[in-house]
């Protein structure tokens, strides 16, 4: 008896060993100066036309102390305004763009937002084309960011057909959409 709790004890104190130097060596993996956290800078989403639409651009983002800074250039709009917002999937294969689910929100659920909410969740604004389907805008968005449990990154840009109504959060009733992009890492140079 005495002898199959030694060799249980012996077992218990391999795998631990065996477990650290795992651990060790996947730290030693990583470039010097990485952390396992994120603290992503900049992120793109190339915006795609939808089916039947022409709308194409790409939105650009960057961290910032104050928040998120957008940078957005789209094309093949009708002229006027189109709002656009963040979704919750970065998920764009649905002919329809659908897949993206709803707005993703940056100060809560996105799946069950609290029933009194009093703005447009995900939103990024409004874009204003001209008469040629070009729009160009900057914006920044306070609550969003680019690390942590509520990232953006993942997630999508869509473009729709009309305007923001900000009577009608958290939706906004912006119509169908015209274009969907995924949000991902941008290439910032210093690799």
Avoid: W
């Avoid at 060596?25 to 990583?30: I, L, S, T, V």
């Amino acid at each position: 008896m005495k002898l199959s709790k030694y060799l249980s004890l012996v077992l218990m104190l391999m795998l631990f060993t065996i477990s650290c130097a795992e651990k060790e060596a996947q730290d030693n993996d990583m470039d010097e100066g990485e952390t396992s956290a994120t603290n992503f800078t900049k992120a793109v989403a190339v915006v795609h036309p939808t089916e039947g639409n022409k709308a194409m651009g790409t939105v650009t983002f960057e961290q910032t102390s104050q928040g998120v800074k957008v940078h957005t250039e789209m094309n093949g709009l009708s002229s006027g305004m189109h709002g656009y917002h963040i979704h919750l999937y970065g998920d764009c294969t649905a002919p329809d763009g659908t897949s993206a689910g709803t707005h993703f929100n940056f100060e809560g659920s996105s799946l069950n937002p609290p029933a009194d909410i009093d703005r447009i969740t995900g939103n990024l604004g409004n874009l204003n084309a001209n008469d040629s389907g070009e729009a160009i805008a900057d914006t920044l968005i306070p609550n969003a960011t680019l690390n942590g449990a509520k990232s953006i990154i993942g997630r999508s840009v869509v473009v729709h057909a009309k305007a923001n109504d900000p009577s009608q959060p958290p939706i906004g009733a912006a119509g169908s959409r015209l274009g969907c992009g995924v949000i991902g890492i941008a290439n910032t140079g210093t690799e």
